[in-house]
């Protein structure tokens, strides 16, 4: 083991940011649970300091602590120092998992399949992804359940087994060419990131947003065979894992030949839009990471920015002529809000859509309790954290819930299938309805 302590390797001006004013502590859903103070962001940075010092070493309560921490960087929009507390809890994970404090052999071998394996290869990624699809549409999994057979699994695998995501066929690949070109002369020519979990939940998303694009006039490249972001990786401590991701991806796109490299999902885009102080000490690729950094966008940031153009009603099309037919509510991803500080353009294109009457909700900018693996992690917090999401989704009286990250998506779809009050709910991505929308302009189905 390499005697580098990540923690004590950073800026050291990084950890001394923290002023411990306290600005976070109302904005900490962890906090906000146990009113400790080392489970709030400050407590856990003056924890990671005191590591850094070497006065105090990682241990399995450290460890849990930095677990325990959803790393939805609410006290980043809170704190008036500008803490980058996303980069401090990523490298004292990394610290914990360099240590190896926590967890047997059960964990590592988890950890070594899905982030070491899985996740690093798409055409494995994709191959389990149809033999789930197969599970599912043949109806394996529901007649196991119904004959109490995960009732069998150990408890943590009876958690993971119920909150099962759906995996939807085709996928993105099949679903999008490689290019694809608007009607009329194309104004740009964008890049797009169908992820690894969107793309095998979520592709319908990937097609709405290669469909939005196209009618506001972008040329679509959408490479077949694309990589995890690294998010998971970064997120989780697995750093080295990370890097060598956004490596692969630097070596995918020609950046300088994008007008913006789009990304539709909140969690991946606040990573991606930082390779390059993830890669910052490698001489072959920062420069590279920087370039791509200002490229990258968030679907909704790319369409303000370009000038999205408003769906135009088609007064044949069922429901047309009835103001506020479609009553829609908006709940923010966190590291959408927090981590690429993108509030109001998901909100101004919901704003577009004709007959659609959209209604705050309470608390949007708390988290679901989805924040990557934390629902496997930490499922009794996650799952206090989600009804009270669900608690305000209700009140709403909404029949679409819309947000921008396929964990979130995935999370509050769960919560709400389980819920008689939700269970008439959609739940989707802003661009879908926009999609919609252009579809019901042009008179198709």
Known sequence: MSELNLLKSLDYSVLQQCMHCGMCLPTCPTYDETKFERSSPRGRIRLMREVADGRLDVTQTFAEEMSYCLGCLACQTACPAGVDYGTLLENARGE???????????????????????????????AVGRSLWLYQKLGVQSALRKLGVMKLLPRQLQV?????????????NARIAPVETPAAPAKYRVALLTGCVQDLLFSPINRATADVLLANGCEVVTPRLQYCCGSLHAHNGELELARDLARKNLDLYDVEKFDAII?????????LKKYAELLHHDSKYHSR?????????????WLVEIGCRAPQENTNAPGAGRPGSLR???DASCHLLHGQKIAAQPLALLKLLPGVD????????????????????QPEQSAKLLGRKLEHIA?????VLASGNPGCLMQIENGMRRDPRLAHV???HPVELLAEAYRREAGAN
Do not use: Q
């Not at 959209?358 to 924040?371: F, N, Q, R």
């Not at 009140?395 to 029949?399: D, H, K, L, M, R």
């Open 328 to 330: 829609v509510t908006y």
């Open 289 to 301: 990471a920087v370039a791509w950094d200002r490229k990258v966008r968030d679907v909704s940031e």
């Open 263 to 271: 990304s539709n999902a909140g969690g991946c885009g606040s990573h």
């Open 395 to 399: 009140a709403t009286g909404a029949s």
């Open 96 to 126: 914990v998992e360099r240590r190896g404090v926590i967890g047997g052999p059960a964990r590592r071998l988890f950890r070594w399949a899905n982030l070491s394996v899985l996740f690093r290869h798409p055409r494995l990624m994709r």
């Open 160 to 172: 993971m087994e119920a909150a099962t995501p759906t995996v939807v066929a085709p996928f993105s």
């Open 358 to 377: 959209l209604v705050p909700l309470a608390e949007s900018d708390w988290c679901c309790g989805s924040a990557g693996v934390y629902s496997i992690t």
């Open 426 to 428: 959609r739940a989707c």
